[in-house]
């Protein structure tokens, strides 16, 4: 359905009616092998660490969301990301952005740095920075956008452009884009020349905190072959349950993440006209020095929204005192979750790697949920009274 609009395709692409039953939803085919009629003959499937019905309607459906070629799906966002890296070989020279999730430089500098790949972190809203840290090596440029947790806006095109210069010179660089916050509802990065998409399916994917999971979306042959392989060797595939609470998210994904954005924003303006909040970083506000890039490369700004409260104490003063919204970590569920980046998501970068970014002790980062907005502001209202 490739010709029909974002809502239709996510409740229909790659779920056609059970062929057996009639069963609208796709069933979860929950078995580790299949029957063979004779050696070497089977029906398409052989052992569910290779394939698998459940898993195979999910990757078609987040395939056609994103408008790449094909997608593999993986037990977690970190696997995902590890996935990514795998393309790579002793010597390669990778660019990831300075501000992205605590956890991908924790697995490039503690585990895949051990192989001899080597990690270049800059600040990729400054393209003259991604420019002057590429090597002869270079093979792959990552980034987030917007970044986890100060909301900062990469320009897709021109990295992607960068990219395309050096490979009409001969040099093979890719450029992998981390969608998680904005889903593929509100951006997508293949349209503006990304060669790989990856997510967190636990996010807004899923939408209902109930399931651990990660996506890699390609866009040439080689990534699909290479990400096929790597699900097949290493077997950390989603599983058949998870792949469909992924599929039951998506068909609601454009509804729910419209009303994220409606809540994201009415928080984001509360929040700025507070006296006693003096930062907030959301690419919806006018304010935001990136507001006229997030306009163009996004459809809408979404539900992230980060904010300072001047001190860590300040930071625990408030979030003890919220009663609607939920003190957790991750983000992208029904529910609004608060979370402390500081302690939860970059906790790794170590004090000295937070300050380099820029990330205070005082900061707060909320995902706005699907609740009535009223009340989330009201339980905003009575946590920052303690300030």
């Known amino acids: 359905m490739s010709g029909h609009g974002f809502s239709t395709r996510a409740i229909h692409d790659g779920q056609p009616a059970d062929p057996l039953t009639g069963a609208v939803n796709v069933p979860i085919y929950a078995s580790s092998t299949y029957a063979q009629e004779e050696i070497g ?3 398409g499937y052989e052992y569910s660490r290779v394939s698998n019905p459940t898993r195979e309607a999910l990757e078609e459906n987040l395939a056609s969301l994103e408008g790449g070629t094909s997608a593999h799906v993986f037990s977690s966002g970190m696997a995902a990301i590890a996935a990514l890296v795998t393309m790579f070989k002793t010597g390669d020279h990778v660019i990831c952005g300075s501000n992205v999730y605590g956890g991908t430089p924790r697995l490039f500098d503690q585990i895949i740095a051990h192989y001899g790949i080597l990690f270049s972190y800059v600040d990729t809203t400054d393209l003259e920075q991604v420019r002057q840290a590429i090597k002869p090596t270079t093979r792959l440029i ?7 947790p100060l909301m900062q806006i990469t320009d897709i095109r021109a990295i992607a452009d960068i990219c395309h210069e050096r490979r009409a010179a001969g040099q093979a660089i890719d450029l992998s884009v981390d969608n998680t916050f904005m889903s593929p509802y509100f951006q997508r990065p293949i349209e503006f020349g990304a060669d790989i998409v990856m997510h967190s399916t636990t996010k807004f994917l899923n939408g209902h905190s109930d399931g651990l999971g990660g996506v890699l979306v390609a866009t040439t042959p080689e990534h699909k072959e290479s990400f096929e392989f790597v699900q097949k060797c290493t077997g950390g595939i989603l599983s058949p349950f998870e792949c469909f609470l992924v599929l039951r998210g ?10 994220h954005e409606v809540n994201g924003y009415a928080i984001a303006n509360y929040l700025a006209g507070h006296a006693k909040v003096p930062q907030v970083y959301y690419p919806g506000l006018p304010q935001h ?3 006229a890039l997030a306009q163009r490369q996004m459809s809408g700004f979404g539900a992230l929204i980060t904010f300072e409260t001047g001190s860590l104490d300040n930071a625990n003063a408030v979030l003890r005192r ?14 609004t979750l608060v979370s402390h980046p500081a302690t939860m998501t970059h906790a790794a970068l170590g004090e000295e790697g937070r300050a380099r970014i820029g990330l205070t002790d005082g900061m707060v980062r909320i995902s706005a949920g699907i609740e009535d ?8 209202e009575q946590a920052l009274s303690v300030l």
């Open 289 to 291: 020095p990136q507001h």
């Open 250 to 259: 998506v068909k609601t994904l454009a509804v729910r993440m419209k009303q």
């Open 373 to 380: 907005a009223e009340d989330l502001l009201e339980d905003l």
């Open 142 to 148: 990552h980034i987030e956008t917007p970044t986890n």
């Open 41 to 43: 003959k089977h029906r």
């Open 322 to 335: 919220l009663r609607v919204c939920t003190v957790g970590e991750s983000l992208g569920g029904v529910e």
